[in-house]
């Protein structure tokens, strides 16, 4: 196996054995605050939305209960798992990838 597969097989149990969102319960829309929140949004709309429809469960695993770190996540996004196909450098840029994430992690952070 090459390291970035061991790397992403790791995060990715890490990031599945999390627990469930205990706080308030989410409702609405996010508050969106920054220009790159509303790029991700964009972005999440046109690359994500489809299996994790509004960062709940679709045909892929909710997002906004995850307690991944950033990193985490920029790295399942690059490199893909299991069925979620990866999203290399040409297809979503370093920026697009940040404000792609932002939004991620504001459906996440918010009581909405």
Avoid at 6 to 13: F, K, P, R, T, W
Avoid at 18 to 33: C, K, N
Avoid at 86 to 111: K, M, N, W
Wanted: with cysteine; net charge positive; proline share 9%.
């Amino acid at each position: 196996m090459r390291y970035p597969t061991i790397v992403v097989l790791c995060g990715a149990l890490l990031w599945g054995c999390g627990t469930a969102r205990r706080s308030e319960p989410l409702v609405g829309p996010p508050r969106i605050t920054t220009e790159s929140e509303r790029h991700g949004q964009r972005l999440f709309m046109q690359l994500c939305n489809q299996c994790h429809p509004g960062g709940d469960a679709g045909l892929a695993p909710a997002l906004n209960n995850k307690p991944a770190p950033a990193a985490a996540i920029k790295l399942q996004v690059r490199q893909g798992l299991g069925r979620m196909p990866s999203f290399p450098e040409r297809e979503l840029d370093g920026r697009g990838l940040d404000d792609l994430v932002s939004y991620v992690l504001r459906l996440r952070h918010t009581g909405r």
